[in-house]
T-cell receptor, first 113, second 114 residues
Framework: QQQVKQSPQSLIVQKGGISIINCAYE??????FPWYQQFPGKGPALLIA?????SEKKEGRFTISFNKSAKQFSLHIMDSQPGDSATYFC????????????FGKGTKLSVIP | DVKVTQSSRYLVKRTGEKVFLECVQD?????MFWYRQDPGLGLRLIYF???????EKGDIPEGYSVSREKKERFSLILESASTNQTSMYLC?????????????FGEGSRLTVL
């Protein structure tokens, strides 16, 4: 079964620190790797995504690092803020037009003042 | 703004009851999905549909069925609710023409089965 393994399950970071969440996958056919952010009481929303033709993508304080040979990708949140406190899910899918995303189990991030 | 509307945010049902969870999207998108979210288990795909009257099983379809009579509406049905179906249910849609897997989610329906 296709899997995406996400760690850690929970993370506490001080305001201004760097939050790092890691994901690993097995299926080499995966070619789209998004991260979703979910606040309490809301559905997940796309935060940032990467394709394997680049090793890094940055949007503001959020960066995805991608290591194709290791089959790993990670989310870095620089200068973490209390407003970043949420649950983060990594995911992967294969093929243009693929209907299915395989999600990691999620990381609950708490940023404390 | 993109809207995926789940009509019931909170439901409490009894074991054995038939449960309908409704989802409506405001775009003419073909692909719609039902996920189940449980702590520590992430999001698991129950069923998806890529067009009217079309449906495909996801990873955990047992105990569920779906209905898609109109493009904008995708319903999840629990024929006989059980306590292990107590969960958060998330509906999502995706534009078929997109070259990404981006999903737009509703706010979820939290179901408690007593």
């Amino acid at each position: 079964q296709q899997q995406v393994k996400q760690s850690p399950q929970s993370l506490i970071v001080q305001k201004g620190g760097i939050s790092i969440i890691n994901c690993a996958y097995e299926n080499t056919a995966f070619d789209y790797f998004p991260w979703y952010q979910q606040f309490p009481g809301k559905g997940p929303a796309l935060l940032i995504a990467i394709r394997p033709d680049v090793s890094e993508k940055k949007e503001g304080r959020f960066t995805i690092s991608f290591n194709k040979s290791a089959k790993q990708f990670s989310l870095h949140i620089m200068d973490s803020q209390p407003g970043d406190s949420a649950t983060y899910f990594c995911a992967a899918s294969s093929g243009a037009g693929s209907y299915q995303l395989t999600f990691g189990k999620g990381t609950k991030l708490s940023v404390i003042p | 703004d993109v809207k995926v509307t789940q009509s019931s945010r909170y439901l409490v049902k009894r074991t054995g009851e038939k449960v309908f969870l409704e989802c409506v999207q405001d775009m003419d998108h073909e692909n719609m999905f039902w996920y189940r979210q449980d702590p520590g288990l992430g999001l698991r795909l129950i069923y998806f549909s890529y067009d009217v009257k079309m449906k495909e099983k996801g990873d955990i379809p047992e105990g569920y069925s779906v209905s898609r009579e109109k493009k904008e509406r995708f319903s999840l049905i629990l024929e006989s609710a059980s306590t292990n179906q107590t969960s958060m249910y998330l509906c999502a849609r995706r534009w078929t023409g997109a070259n990404t897997g981006e999903l737009f989610f509703g706010e979820g329906s939290r179901l408690t089965v007593l």
